[in-house]
């Protein structure tokens, strides 16, 4: 079965460089979520999606901006990149907002 | 606040022996828990869920408990495999303005040995 696509895999940028991350849910999903993972942590809400319009909102910095296209593939935007951007980054996707979200492979952002 | 914590960070368990993960929460009006499985390096692979109008659910060797006087959440898993180790969250959905944000609890690693 098809899952979620997210690319780059790795990434890795200088301080106050940009960085953007796609994501590609699952054909047919139309609600899109980002979350952040710092190293031994839980997975943080940042952002979500449905029918291209932001939906919620959750510990995303103002430096961090995201979008939903019409083929319903997202994108993160990050600029200023700072060291503590370093994590993971994943999407996840779900055919309606009440359904079952699945995890992409995830985006590993290192900062230098 | 809302939050969802575990109370075993750490769990090691014996190869054919069963698995209990437990799970807090504190949001009495979450109505939807989701269990996820994460493997080093890799996302978040959904296990089962549960909604708050069920105390029980079973999948493929997993039984997901909900006691929602005390505000607990369970994870069985029978017969534990060496392909079981990885981290295990509880994840809440507290249904806010409808949408499905999640908010996920601490993990807990399952170590399985031989």
């Known amino acids: 079965a098809a899952g979620v696509i997210q690319s780059p895999r790795h990434l890795i940028k200088e301080k106050r460089e940009t960085a953007t991350l796609k994501c590609y849910p699952i054909?047919?999903?139309?609600?899109v979520y980002w979350y952040q993972q710092g190293p031994g942590q839980d997975p943080q809400f940042l952002i979500s999606?449905?029918?291209?319009?932001?939906?919620d909102k959750g510990s995303i910095p103002d430096r961090f901006s995201a979008q939903q296209f019409s083929d319903y593939h997202s994108e993160l935007n990050m600029s200023s990149l700072e060291l503590g951007d370093s994590a993971l980054y994943f999407c996840?996707?779900?055919?309606?907002?009440?359904?079952?979200?699945?995890f992409g492979p995830g985006t590993r952002l290192l900062v230098l | 606040g809302e939050s969802v914590g575990l109370h075993l960070p750490t769990l090691s368990v014996q190869e054919g022996d069963n698995s209990i993960i437990n799970c807090a929460y504190s949001n009495s009006a979450s109505d939807y828990f989701i269990w996820y499985k994460q493997e080093s390096g890799k996302g978040p692979q959904f296990i089962i869920d549960?909604?708050?109008?069920?105390d029980k659910r079973q999948g493929q060797r997993v039984t997901v408990l909900l006691n929602k006087t005390v505000k607990h959440l369970s994870l069985q898993i029978a017969a534990t495999q060496p392909g079981d180790s990885a981290v295990y969250f509880c994840a809440e959905n507290p249904f806010s303005g409808g949408y499905n944000k999640l908010i996920f609890g601490a993990g807990t690693r399952l170590a399985v040995h031989p």
């Open positions: 999606f449905y029918e291209k319009m932001q939906s």
């Open positions: 996840a996707s779900s055919r309606t907002p009440q359904e079952t979200q699945y």
């Open positions: 054909p047919r999903h139309d609600t």
């Open positions: 549960i909604r708050s109008n069920m």
